[in-house]
C-alpha cells in the first residue's frame, strides 16, 4: 500500500534552517509529483510548494521564493524539504502529499517543527 | 493568485443532518477543486476530486458539485465519525486552500 513516512520533530532556533525527509513506499515513485503543506497551529492548510520526481521541476509558493528548496533522491525513494532563515511563524506540521495531476491523494503523518528561542 | 472563500467556518448539527459546505473562488477554475477531512492530529483526507468524483473507500454520503468559481460538499446523513475540519482546495495554477469549516455534533 502507498505509504509517506516522515522524519520526527525537530526544534530549531529562528535564523537556524530545517530539513524535511518524506520515505516513499507502495507505487512507482518517479510516476507522481510531492507537494508539501504545512499547518500553523490552530490554523488551516497551506501550499508550500511542488516537485516532479520525474525530472526533479519545482513550483514554489511565492511567499517562500527564495527560503525554500525542495528535492528528492530516487535512490532511497525519499523526498526532501529544506525551509532556511527560520522564524516564529514557521512553526507548524509539516505535511508531504503525493500529487496525482490535482489533488493529493496520500499523506504522510506530519512533522511539527518549532521555531523558538 | 487564486483566493478560496469557504463557508461556514464553523457549523453543529446533528446525527443525521444534511451538512452543506460551500467554497467560491475567486476566478474560473473549471472543475479543479477538490475537498478533504481532518480530523485532530491526523493527517488530512481527499474524500472528492475534480468537483464531484468520490475517492475510492469514501462512503456515498460525501458528495461534491459545482463548477467555474461556485462549489458544495454534502454530507447526506452527518455520522459522529465525520466530526473533523473539511477544506476545499483548487488547482487551477498553483494550489490553495480554502480556510476550512469545522463540523461538530449538536
Known amino acids: 500500500q502507498v505509504q509517506l513516512v516522515q522524519s520526527g520533530a525537530e526544534v530549531k532556533k529562528p535564523g537556524a534552517s530545517m530539513k524535511v525527509s518524506c520515505k516513499a513506499s507502495?507505487?512507482?515513485?518517479?510516476?507522481?509529483?510531492i507537494s508539501w503543506v504545512r499547518q500553523a497551529p490552530g490554523q488551516g492548510l497551506e501550499w508550500m510548494g511542488w516537485?516532479?520526481?520525474?525530472?526533479?521541476?519545482?513550483n514554489y509558493a511565492q511567499k517562500l521564493q527564495g527560503r525554500v528548496t525542495m528535492t528528492t533522491d530516487t535512490s532511497t525513494r525519499t523526498a526532501y524539504m529544506e525551509l532556511r532563515s527560520l522564524r516564529s511563524d514557521d512553526t507548524a506540521v509539516y505535511y508531504c502529499?503525493?500529487?496525482?495531476?490535482?489533488?493529493?491523494?496520500?499523506w504522510g503523518q506530519g512533522t511539527l517543527v518549532t521555531v523558538s528561542s | 493568485d487564486i483566493q478560496m472563500t469557504q463557508s461556514p467556518s464553523s457549523l453543529s448539527a446533528s446525527v443525521g443532518d444534511r451538512v452543506t459546505i460551500t467554497c467560491q473562488a475567486s476566478q474560473d477554475i473549471s472543475n479543479y477543486l477538490n475537498w478533504y477531512q481532518q480530523k485532530p492530529g491526523k493527517a488530512p483526507k481527499l474524500l472528492i476530486y475534480d468537483a464531484s468524483n468520490l475517492e475510492t473507500g469514501v462512503p456515498s454520503r460525501f458528495s461534491g458539485s459545482g463548477s467555474g468559481t461556485d462549489f458544495t460538499f454534502t454530507i447526506s446523513s452527518l455520522q459522529p465519525e465525520d466530526i473533523a475540519t473539511y477544506y476545499c482546495q483548487q488547482y487551477d495554477n498553483l494550489p490553495s486552500f480554502g480556510q476550512g469549516t469545522k463540523v461538530e455534533i449538536k
Open positions: 516537485i516532479s520526481v520525474y525530472n526533479g521541476n519545482t
Open positions: 502529499a503525493r500529487h496525482v495531476m490535482t489533488a493529493f491523494d496520500y
Open positions: 507502495g507505487y512507482t515513485f518517479t510516476s507522481y509529483g
